[in-house]
């Protein structure tokens, strides 16, 4: 019983979090990368089919590879997704307009920078594909 809550709980976050990340390569607001790496985790630990079919992705398939591999992000992803953190944040504290909320914000995003800091991080060759 507990098995089959827990696998219906991490194939629900999968998809979530991965439809989160597919709306976040459009919308500022929201980080792609981290959010598709959530999808993958969850997937590996409760469906092989949804993983594998997001392994042949050809736009996630290989970030997520590299990063399950232990390679790491591409250093214009990581960039990019800071860059994009930041300026949502930035934005979004200037839309709330409350110094509590922009400490939070700060605090999230000093967190999540640091955590995409320390992954490893490669440089791409010229064939990669641009997402």
Same mark, same amino acid.
């Given at each position: ?15 979530? =979090?991965?439809?989160?990340? &597919? ?22 630990? =409760? ?40 300026? =949502? ?17 700060? &605090? ?15 440089e791409e060759s010229e ?5």
């Amino acid at each position: 019983m507990i098995t089959r809550i827990k696998h219906g709980l991490l194939i629900t976050a999968g998809i979530l =979090s991965l439809l989160l990340g &597919v709306i976040g390569a459009f919308l500022p607001l929201l980080p792609t990368v981290p959010l598709v790496l959530l999808s993958a985790f969850c997937f590996a630990r =409760s469906s092989e089919r949804l993983h594998a079919w997001l392994i042949s992705n050809r736009y996630f398939g290989p970030i997520i590879e590299n990063f399950e591999s232990g390679r790491g992000i591409p250093r214009r992803i990581k960039l990019r997704a800071v860059a994009m953190l930041w300026f =949502s944040l930035g934005f979004s504290c200037w839309l709330v307009d409350r110094e509590i909320l922009c400490v939070m914000l700060g &605090v999230i995003g000093l967190s999540v920078t640091v955590y995409l800091y320390r992954l490893p991080t490669y440089e791409e060759s010229e064939e990669s594909e641009d997402l």
